[in-house]
């Protein structure tokens, strides 16, 4: 039997950064930059994924942040996807990942990097 196969989200309004890991090896990779919710449920299908974890915004105050579009895009994964999904606390991924990242031009490059630190914290913190 393989082992777990994981999705990072790092969601955004304009771009949905995704990294993707397995439990064999526990290393996060950077995997694409998406834009739709539905681009995210042919990532799950094709990559047969078995859990999702994603970024939940919170202020730095440790409020979380009451996006209704991070609401509706969260409800929505959880019923189409089927899989279990874990939050992680995403407030310096964006940040960590300008400083992983090199040129800030490459938005598309930021969003995977801050989906890779969160699945690797993720990771991290469960083994």
């Not at 919710?37 to 299908?45: F, G, M, S």
Request: proline residues 3%; hydrophobic residues 40%.
């Amino acid at each position: 039997m393989e082992g777990k196969k994981y999705l990072g989200i790092d969601w955004g309004e304009k771009r949905i950064g995704l990294a993707l890991a397995d439990e064999e090896t526990s290393l996060a990779l950077p995997f694409k930059t998406v834009a739709t919710l539905n681009e995210v449920l042919a990532v799950i299908k094709e990559e047969e994924i078995d859990e999702i974890i994603i970024g939940s915004p919170k202020k730095m105050s440790g409020e979380v942040a009451n996006n209704p579009l991070w609401l509706n895009f969260v409800e929505n994964l959880k019923e189409k996807s089927g899989k279990p999904v874990f939050f992680l606390d995403e407030r310096l991924s964006s940040l960590a990942a300008d400083a992983l990242g090199g040129e800030k031009k490459e938005v598309a490059k930021r969003d995977e990097i801050a989906a890779t630190i969160i699945l690797q914290d993720y990771l991290d913190s469960n083994y």
